[in-house]
């Protein structure tokens, strides 16, 4: 059991790792074309929907994905099967509504997300919108097809699903730029281009679900079969698992709309903020997916089992190593965010005022990268416990707090003015992101007890101060690295710089963590020589 836990890690975590570098690919693509353009900003705001719905109900590990596995346990074929049309049948139906809602009334759900933008970058989004619909409808079929191959224990194709869509935009864009067809002149151009983004968008989710059908035939399935005899227990327990757990996952996504929502009048923002972003979520989906998707059926297993002492010890361990690899990293974005954008997006469009822009977005998400990934850690142990309500009442109360502290940030604007002398523009509604982060990880372990008996707060506080100075370490360790030795300000140069800090911060984070007698030091840097020694073999 042991051993085919330990291989289901390393294959889901394999194909996170793939899934999340050709993403950042089509990231660095897209940022050399666009830049920080009015195309790519009309873009992140025509896109905010349609990938809202994909992360809901296409997304690995997401809500949809995890309530069809929960479904489908213990399921033979012919049960799977019909509940498998069923669902399709009702889910895909309501997609299509909303696709046909968004495409028809484009103009008003633009307005709504984005009141600030200008004329010019408000008629491209709408277009961009347009175009992309269908996203919504395709969500679905890409949700019910990896729903139903994770119960069937095929783990590796539906990981890497997302390579698909990214690879069709990346390798279309070149087909653009060799052809000669995309323009990088002015502004003019842009909107044609960012048509062409979008277009290309579309086809990369209709290539996700095309990827999965051969698979789904072997299991003998069809994503096309309608079944309208639908189980009122079977959608009952659907909806029990998947609405709070969609609405809950929501949340961070609505944070997301909120920040565009706040910045939508500074120009540039939004396209920063996603830039940022994609370099945030990159190592945090890596480690979520590769520790979440296998380990949590034994969380839930340990708690139907009464065994909370090893339960407890258990939540302490993951979170400790989420801290632990999110210090780690974030001390390197934190001292040389610059530096890291410049090195993964700065050729191309993207010129030395966009490099400026999303290093201090970079910054400011730098600091609630440790809440991010325990906030999602969190959630899912409170899913395996069969509560969703306990997330979805602090996830609800994170949202309306970020709204107000988003209007705080930028000086509590009103029709007739603003309450507020303060304006820390863009920046202070991206950091107010991760102050929600923070104050969400910390009311969901105070809600812990609740479930799992008495909890040594004291002893877990007590772990954080210690990766607290470790981090704040392993940061003096970069500074004063750079502060010695000056590295030639080039792409090599910022290769070597970005290296040789990751090792030197490294180095300090473990070895102080481990001067701290922090067990989960000395367990992690076993385990990583470990998975190292087995890789090479």
Not at 441 to 465: M, Q
Not at 515 to 531: D, G, M, P, T, V
Request: charged share 10%; aromatic share 14%; glycine share 6%.
């Amino acid at each position: 059991m042991k051993i085919s836990l330990k291989r289901l890690i390393l294959l889901v975590g394999t194909g996170s790792v793939l899934s999340k570098l050709v993403g950042m690919v089509r990231k660095i693509t897209i940022a050399a074309y666009f830049g920080v353009s009015p195309a790519y900003d009309a873009f992140t705001y025509a896109y905010l929907i349609p990938n809202f719905f994909l992360i809901i109900i296409g997304g690995f590990n997401g809500p949809f994905h995890n309530a069809m596995v929960s479904t489908l346990a213990n399921k033979n074929k012919i049960e799977s099967q019909k509940i498998f049309s069923s669902i399709n049948t009702i889910v895909g139906l309501f997609l299509l509504v909303i696709s046909l809602s968004l495409f028809f009334y484009a103009d008003f759900f633009i307005s709504i997300t984005a009141p600030g933008l200008s004329t010019e970058v408000k008629s491209m989004s709408i277009a961009q919108l347009k175009i992309m619909t269908p996203i919504v409808f395709i969500s679905g079929l890409i949700g019910f097809s990896m729903g139903f191959l994770n119960n069937k224990g095929e783990f590796f194709i539906t990981s890497i699903t997302p390579i698909i869509s990214n690879l069709v935009v990346v390798l279309l864009l070149l087909f653009l730029l060799f052809a000669g067809v995309f323009d990088f002149s002015d502004y003019s151009s842009n909107y044609i281009n960012g048509i062409y983004l979008s277009i290309f968008t579309l086809l990369g989710a209709i290539f996700t679900v095309i990827i999965q059908i051969p698979n789904l035939r072997k299991k003998g399935l069809s994503i096309f079969d309608l079944n309208w005899e639908l189980d009122p227990n079977i959608i009952n327990k659907i909806s029990k698992l998947f609405i709070p757990a969609s609405i809950t996952s929501g949340m961070l996504l609505l944070n997301l709309m909120t920040d565009r929502f706040f910045v939508s009048g500074f120009n540039g923002a939004s396209a920063a903020i996603t830039y940022s972003t994609a370099l945030i979520q990159a190592p945090i989906g890596i480690i979520s997916n590769s520790l979440l998707v296998p380990l949590l059926p034994a969380y839930a297993s340990l708690y139907e089992n009464k065994d909370f002492v090893n339960l407890k010890k258990r939540i302490r361990e993951i979170l400790v190593y989420s801290c632990f690899s999110m210090m780690c990293i974030g001390s390197l974005f934190i001292v040389l965010n610059s530096e890291i954008v410049s090195f993964v997006y700065g050729r191309g469009g993207f010129d030395t005022n966009a490099t400026n822009l999303v290093g201090n977005f970079l910054f400011w998400l730098s600091l609630g990268m440790p809440f991010y990934l325990m906030r999602e850690v969190l959630v899912r142990i409170f899913y395996g416990f069969s509560d969703a309500r306990t997330p979805f009442i602090i996830s609800s109360s994170a949202f309306i707090i970020n709204v107000f502290l988003d209007w705080i940030m930028i000086g509590a604007p009103f029709p007739y003015g603003k309450l507020l002398s303060i304006n820390y523009g863009a920046e202070g509604v991206v950091f107010a992101t991760s102050i929600v982060n923070a104050l969400s990880s910390i009311a969901l372990i105070i809600k812990l007890p609740e479930r799992i008996t008495k909890i040594n707060y004291g002893e877990w506080l007590i772990d954080f101060v210690k990766l607290l100075i470790s981090f704040s370490l392993a940061i003096f360790s970069i500074l004063l690295l750079n502060m010695l030795y000056d590295f030639s300000e080039n792409m090599w140069g910022f290769f070597f710089n970005i290296s040789i800090s990751f090792l030197v911060s490294t180095i300090t984070f473990f070895t102080v963590s481990r001067f701290a007698n922090l067990k989960e030091s000395k367990e992690l840097i076993f385990l990583i020589k470990r998975k190292l020694i087995k890789n090479i073999k």
